[in-house]
């Protein structure tokens, strides 16, 4: 058996074709299956299915070492669901920080060009509060407005903003 921290593979090594081919289909009648190759002389029926390496050894009765198998499997599911979220999380904080710096840019550009009053008194709200609070989401954002509004609805201002910045920065390579 490989160790089953780096992969799930038990072998069982025979000296004839035909005891390994009975003992395939001995493990086939409860459900288990396997493959067989041949290997330095010796006939190999190999499982790969965890489920199935788990089966085996407890038909065998080595139920301690199921036991351990089991540990192993749960422990590494765990750590592949730990960095799953961690990854996802951080694949969300780094589109969150983008996302407020395309903001803020396009705030500070728009300040440039001496537009900012040219934006109607909502978006001039978030504007300021964006360079204000870099840090926050645009439900936070959303939460800090004279006149509060959702996630969505701060999102659909900074893309009048964003289009606004856009039109200016035509303006000024044309110029």
Known sequence: MIDPNKEYHLEFNTPSELLCSDLQKLLGSIGISGGQLLRKNMYVLYLKDSEHIEDTLTYMGAQQCTIALMNIKIRKDMRNKANRVRNCDEANINKVVGAAIRQIQDIQWITQCGQLEAL???LQEL???????PELSLKELGELLSEPIGRSGVNHRFQKIAAFAEELRKRAADA
């Open 120 to 122: 109607s008194p909502e």
């Open 127 to 133: 504007a300021e509060l964006r360079l204000e609070n």
